[in-house]
């Protein structure tokens, strides 16, 4: 059978705000237990706010409760509770009520008591005026919503009693009230990833009420290996973008192999200051030699290349192109200078005191460090801060590498007594400091600048 719908007007007192009424979050709290677990019974027809003053909670609840016209089943007060000075609210109900309700008030305590003992510090009253059911609720959405959830299966009743209507026809009309919460769950599960979800379940769980609530959770605990292999699972695909080889490739993926594009060195170079030189067969180099050229490391500083002939010389510098049919470089150290030039800036001659010289020494040949298509970085290695890499993708002519987006990661630290960390002044009782994001969220650069 259908029946009008019972009223409730809600009364928030708290003084933060009746001055900022976007502070208040008990309104959204209690509306939602009102719908999902008032069996469709209930019509929240007006909400107030009003500071922590006693007459002004009981100009609100008289203006609601004693003008029959406004008809308000249930008046449910949220805030003021507590042992705090200004706390006033069950002073000020209490001297409203033509009737006690202690009940009520030991339905909200029990099932408290059950989550936190500091339901002690809640002072709740509940009765009746006139025909109106008045209810105080702690300050604590949390706190509102648990106390509210406690007792609402019985508020009909209360409520029609009060109102005067005949008992006996209230029982019959009770049937379907039990029935709201499972598809609840159900609904947030498919509507979210399922990570979010693993989040969710233990809020879903608390929004049941206490009697209903599983002694056991029904989630199973998860050991760190199964909780990463969730994550893994639930993950995205990462995305592919073209990172430019600079510093900015820091902490990032590589998507394949990386080849180098050049030799190196790219070019014949010297390791020692001294002399190419053509080594002849016997490798015999005793003697004095013309100096023909002359080769340092800077570019564009040789001369024109000129291909060497047995029984030449070229100076030469360290990390300097060979010039074109030198097989080798002669130290400096193992040699002297005979003659100079006559403007005496040049060598002019100069005498090598090595016997058994060989091809190749003192010279690192074209891609004697890495070859131009060895792969010098794989498929899936981190870019870090300190291990080298961005130097090594310099190095072969890397200009531009495949990497994965960085995932974006949200981390939520959840809890209704969880503040701010630097959130100013003391904390209130319960109140804990949220350390675990600005923990958590650091780490990840710092797991980067530390990867060797
Ligand atoms: C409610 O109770 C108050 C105080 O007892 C009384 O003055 C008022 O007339 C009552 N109102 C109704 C509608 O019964
Ligand atoms: C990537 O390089 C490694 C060696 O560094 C090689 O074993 C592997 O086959 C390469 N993968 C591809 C896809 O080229």
Redesign the pocket.
Known sequence: MAEAPLKVALLIVSTTAAKDPSTDSSRAALSSVLETEGGGKWELIDAKIVPDVVVQIQRQIMLWADVAAEGVNLIVTTGGTGFATSDNTPEAVSALLHKQAPGLVHGMLDASLRVTPFAMMSRPVAGVRNKTVIVTLPGSPKGAKENLEAIIKMLPHACLQAAGVDSRTLHVQDTHIHMHMHHTTTAITTGMGTDTVIAMATDMEISLGPSRRSRESPYPMLSVDEALQKIQEHTPAPEIIVSKVDTSLTGRVLV??VSAREHVPGFRASIVDGYAVVVPKDGKMNGVFPVVSVSHAAPGDSEEAKTLKEGEIARITTGAPLPPGATSVIMVEDTVLKTMTDDGKEEKEVEIIVDGVEEGENIREIGSDIKAED?V???GELVSAVGGEIGLLAAVGVGEVKTYRKPVIGVLSTGDEIVHHDRPGDLRLGEVRDTNRITLIPWNRGRQAGQA
Do not use: G, I, M, T
């Open positions: 394949e192999n792969v970085l794989s498929k």
